[in-house]
Nanobody, 125 residues
Framework: QVQLVESGGGSVQAGGSLTLSCAAFGYRVRRTCMTWFRQPPGKEREGVASMYLGDNIIYSDSVKGRFTVSQSTSANSLYLQMESLKPEDTAQYYC???????????????????WGQGTQVIVSS
């Protein structure tokens, strides 16, 4: 059974940094696709950073240049390093993986069938 556990969220001021972690159990990272999503209060869930087969990476335009996604096979974890944080980055952040990945829509939540419980990020101005 696949289990994903996020950690590392918190409250920071604008311009600050945070690194989120997603530990995977019952699943080997690099095997398919793993993606970070976020859901701001009252808004839809959006994909922000995806890693396909461990080395193909895409970012949403809203985080490109500020966020960096990476994996550790030894820790079997996915990470999201977030820098230059803005108040609009405030959201619940989730990691997710899919049994079968569609490379054409890695940032769409529809194909993902395994989700973590999320970790909260609050950025104050």
């Amino acid at each position: 059974q696949v289990q994903l556990v996020e950690s590392g969220g918190g409250s920071v001021q604008a311009g600050g940094s945070l690194t989120l972690s997603c530990a995977a159990f019952g699943y080997r990272v690099r095997r398919t696709c793993m993606t970070w999503f976020r859901q701001p209060p009252g808004k839809e869930r959006e994909g922000v950073a995806s890693m396909y087969l461990g080395d193909n990476i895409i970012y949403s335009d809203s985080v490109k240049g500020r966020f960096t996604v990476s994996q550790s096979t030894s820790a079997n974890s996915l990470y999201l390093q977030m820098e230059s944080l803005k108040p609009e980055d405030t959201a619940q952040y989730y990691c997710a993986t899919a049994t079968v990945c569609d490379r054409s829509s890695l940032l769409s939540p529809r194909q993902y069938n395994h989700w973590g419980q999320g970790t909260q990020v609050i950025v104050s101005s």
